[in-house]
């Protein structure tokens, strides 16, 4: 007797009706056995429920891992070394969770002896050549699947066929918003969203308060580096977990982390994002500024640079890419020297850098100060002005005589 072996899928499961819808899909186009799986990167959503919907769908097993650690620890930390920011805006919070999934999705296939990875992505976005790609870059040999890219129904269309096979629909009116969150940050789209000339409603945000409501006194915060590594909050010893909650908690509460984008995507489109973001940008300006304390003017200099491409590689779904390896090596020989604490204070919606000092803070009071203390040797200035500015006057003296 022939038994007919089923072919094993894994899917990154979200537990919205797209992903859930796949789930069947997959089931009757490929004969399919379906593995769910599904990440806690601190989207602070109920992920049992995920679960168990998966498996109410059909899944054959449904996997949760708890990847906030990992997903700090190896993407948000060298992301914050080289500044990541996308188009001076965008912090990457949704780029840089793709990887990590990918990297999930592959390690369940290689387990479970799966031969296709499967994914919720549309045919427009930027997740589904991060997903892709990072998977083509861990195991060449999986095929990929994106189910809502082969199917092409209307919303109603979708709808019907979750009747139809006893998936559950969402009841509620739904959100008209596309939400995607993690610890780094919240991405919203679509509905009025769409029209980049259209005020971001009030409802859109869930974790920055509006302005009207922020305190009408300042906090400040002084955070503290080991080398590059935030580590404490107020001189007290913080995870680097329950301290990004805690900076989205206390930046939110001020109204800060709002960020208004109309960005290039890399399928070639201009698409209007907001996003919520409070301890990624908080981080980040705190970094550069102790960074710049700590580091001589050519490395301020040349660094942004590269930290130009890194963010545009991450958000173009370069993460497990030789380039993004060279460019790690280089902020981490930096990140070494970032040590040292940072004041900021945060007021409706601002977030100021007030202080900053170091050990290794190469800022030397002799040499800068204007009163009697002063150590700096103005005479050097006059040879040094000489020689500086000889191209300009060679130059100038020439054309003066043409
Ligand atoms: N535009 C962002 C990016 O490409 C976020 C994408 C997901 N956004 C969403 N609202 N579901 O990284």
């Known amino acids: 007797m022939v038994l007919d072996k089923k072919k094993k899928v894994v899917l990154a499961y979200s537990g919205g009706l797209d992903t859930s819808v796949a789930i069947r899909w997959l089931q009757e186009e490929f ?30 097993e449904a996997l949760v891992f708890d990847v906030r650690e990992e997903f700090l620890n190896q993407y948000v930390l060298p992301a914050l070394w080289a500044e990541a920011i996308y ?7 949704t780029a840089l969770s793709r990887p990590l999934i990918a990297k999930y999705l592959v390690k369940v296939a290689q387990e479970r002896g799966a031969t296709m990875i499967a994914h919720g992505c549309t045919g427009k976005g930027n997740d ?14 999986l095929e990929v699947i994106a189910p809502a890219r082969v199917w092409k129904w209307s919303r109603e269309e979708e709808i019907e066929y979750a009747n139809a096979n006893g998936i559950p629909v969402p009841v509620t009116t739904e959100s008209p918003y596309s939400i995607d969150q993690n610890i780094w940050g919240r991405s919203i789209e679509c509905g ?42 107020g001189g007290q010893y913080y995870s680097l977990l329950n301290l990004t909650e805690e900076l989205n908690r206390i930046g939110g509460e001020h109204g800060f982390g709002r960020v208004d984008h109309v960005e290039n995507r890399l399928v070639g489109i ?12 908080i981080l980040l300006e ?8 700590v580091t001589p003017r050519e ?71 204007y009163d009697k203390e002063d150590m700096f040797d103005h005479r050097s200035s006059e ?20």
């Open 192 to 233: 009025v969203l769409e029209d980049p000339w259209v005020e971001p409603p009030e409802e859109v945000f869930e974790w920055t308060k509006d302005l009207r409501d922020t305190p009408d006194q300042p906090t400040y915060l002084e955070i503290g580096f080991d080398q590059g590594i935030p580590k404490m909050l």
């Open 270 to 281: 201009k698409s209007r994002e907001i996003y919520e973001c409070p301890a990624a940008l």
């Open 87 to 93: 188009e001076k805006k965008y912090p990457l919070a």
């Open 299 to 369: 490395v301020t200099h040349f660094k942004p640079y590269l930290e130009e491409r890194y963010s545009q590689l991450v958000y173009e779904g370069l993460w497990f890419s030789p380039l993004r390896d060279a460019l790690d090596a280089f902020m981490e020989k930096i990140a070494c020297r970032v040590t040292g604490v940072v004041r900021v204070k945060l007021y409706k919606g601002n977030l100021s850098v007030v202080g900053r000092k170091s050990d290794y803070s190469l800022y030397d009071f002799g040499l800068a100060t």
């Open 383 to 402: 040879g040094f002005i000489k020689l500086w500015g000889l191209p300009t006057r060679t130059s100038a003296i020439v054309y003066r005589k043409k």
């Open 128 to 141: 589904q050549v991060r997903i892709e790609v990072s998977v083509s870059a861990l195991a060449p040999e």
């Open 31 to 60: 004969n399919a056995e379906v593995y769910a799986v599904t990440l806690d990167m601190g989207q602070g959503k109920e992920l049992e429920e995920v679960q168990k919907k998966a498996l109410a769908v059909g899944a054959k």
């Open 286 to 293: 705190a970094y550069r500024d102790l960074e710049n304390l």
